[in-house]
């Protein structure tokens, strides 16, 4: 048995052992541009409920997110595992992967979050400048140092990713994949972003990788009626018509299992082994809502009807 929600933390991202109060969700959330209270109010009703990690980036919220993070942790040592980003400068765009660059910004995200190691460090882009191979020496190089205990990649090409995890493997390391995933298909014009599709699924059961899968409940998609523009103005990347009928038959089996639609669409992710959905609530009762997913055993064909429909 594991002594500590770290140690399982290991545990659950080699897919060993059961999984017991803990779960696979990966807490994200505005923290950094919010009241500390309100962050500390879900880290820790997160963590009381068999959590395990939180996600932040060096960039996000203009630094200001690993600090709000890293509030919480000073006051609760060993209690949640934390993953963060490097490479974006506080206005989110992507930097040189130099490793003087890397260095700096880790040191910066360790200060800041107030820990000697973070649990996962993901590049936060690519940079295809650079070959794979450097870009993997200096990832194995951070963990040497102990900057980091897991390292990985977000938003790389399948080829690059499937490129990086054989040079991790041949150093002893399996990496960890970061990629938006969910039941809603995003509109790859409006995302912008490399999405978890069947060409970079292929990449990650291959090589066995941990899949941290962003905007799992793809931006409030499941729990609107109806879709079209987000908050900021600019289209909904998920509002897609094979989409509004994946919300349909999240509706329906909702209604006879007695939930909610994006609660349905959670349990479908978690369905999928070694994928850690990750939830971005702005309450704690919102993180209640997500977390009841775990309740929902879907099978095989509920599974595959809501998807395609058949």
Same mark, same amino acid.
């Given at each position: 048995?594991?002594?500590?929600p770290?140690?399982l933390?290991?545990?659950?991202?080699?897919?060993?052992?059961?999984e017991? /109060?803990? $779960?696979r969700?990966? &807490?994200g959330?505005?923290?950094?541009s919010e009241?500390?209270?309100? *962050?500390?109010?879900? #880290? =820790?009703?997160?963590?009381?409920?068999?959590?395990?990690?939180?996600e932040?980036?060096?960039?996000?919220?203009?630094?200001?997110?690993?600090?709000?993070?890293?509030?919480?942790?000073?006051?609760?040592?060993?209690?949640?595992?934390v993953?963060?980003?490097?490479?974006?400068d506080? /206005?989110? $765009?992507?930097?040189? &992967?130099?490793?003087?660059?890397?260095?700096?910004?880790?040191?910066g *995200?360790?200060?800041? #979050? =107030?820990?000697e190691?973070?649990?996962?460090?993901?590049?936060?882009?690519?940079?295809p400048a650079?070959?794979?191979?450097?870009?993997?020496?200096?990832?194995?190089s951070?963990?040497?140092?102990?900057?980091?205990?897991?390292?990985?990649v977000?938003?790389?090409?399948?080829?690059?990713?499937?490129?990086l995890a054989?040079?991790?493997?041949?150093?002893?390391?399996t990496?960890?994949?970061?990629?938006?995933f969910? #039941?809603?298909?995003?509109?790859?014009v409006?995302?912008?972003?490399?999405?978890?599709?069947?060409?970079?699924?292929?990449?990650?059961?291959?090589?066995?990788?941990?899949?941290?899968?962003w905007?799992?409940?793809?931006?409030?998609f499941?729990?609107?009626?109806?879709?079209?523009v987000?908050?900021?103005?600019r289209?909904?990347?998920?509002?897609?018509?094979q989409?509004?009928?994946?919300?349909e038959?999240?509706?329906? #089996?909702?209604?006879?299992?007695?939930?909610r639609?994006?609660?349905?669409?959670?349990?479908?992710?978690?369905?999928h082994?070694?994928?850690?959905?990750?939830?971005?609530p702005?309450t704690?009762?919102?993180?209640?809502?997500?977390?009841?997913?775990?309740?929902?055993s879907?099978?095989?064909?509920?599974?595959?009807?809501?998807?395609?429909?058949?």
């Open positions: 048995m594991p002594h500590s770290l140690e933390l290991g545990q659950l991202l080699d897919q060993r052992g059961a017991s /109060s803990a $779960h969700f990966v &807490l959330g505005p923290f950094g009241p500390l209270a309100d *962050s500390f109010a879900r #880290l =820790g009703h997160f963590t009381d409920a068999g959590g395990l990690l939180v932040t980036s060096h960039s996000y919220a203009r630094g200001r997110a690993e600090a709000a993070v890293g509030e919480w942790l000073r006051k609760n040592p060993g209690r949640l595992g993953v963060t980003k490097v490479g974006h506080q /206005s989110g $765009h992507d930097m040189p &992967l130099s490793r003087e660059n890397v260095l700096d910004h880790v040191r *995200s360790l200060e800041s #979050l =107030g820990v190691a973070v649990d996962i460090l993901l590049y936060h882009c690519d940079d650079r070959p794979v191979a450097e870009l993997a020496d200096t990832l194995v951070l963990v040497e140092a102990g900057y980091a205990r897991r390292i990985g977000s938003n790389w090409s399948a080829g690059r990713l499937a490129a054989g040079q991790l493997a041949e150093r002893g390391h990496a960890v994949a970061s990629y938006q969910s #039941l809603a298909k995003p509109d790859p409006r995302l912008n972003h490399p999405y978890a599709d069947e060409v970079l699924l292929s990449v990650v059961r291959r090589h066995g990788l941990p899949l941290l899968g905007s799992a409940q793809a931006r409030g499941f729990a609107r009626p109806t879709g079209g987000r908050h900021d103005g289209p909904d990347p998920f509002d897609t018509e989409n509004r009928a994946r919300r038959r999240c509706g329906v #089996l909702a209604e006879q299992l007695d939930s639609p994006e609660t349905v669409a959670l349990a479908w992710t978690l369905h082994q070694g994928v850690w959905p990750s939830i971005g702005r704690t009762e919102q993180i209640d809502r997500s977390l009841r997913a775990r309740r929902l879907l099978t095989d064909e509920q599974v595959h009807w809501l998807q395609y429909g058949t």
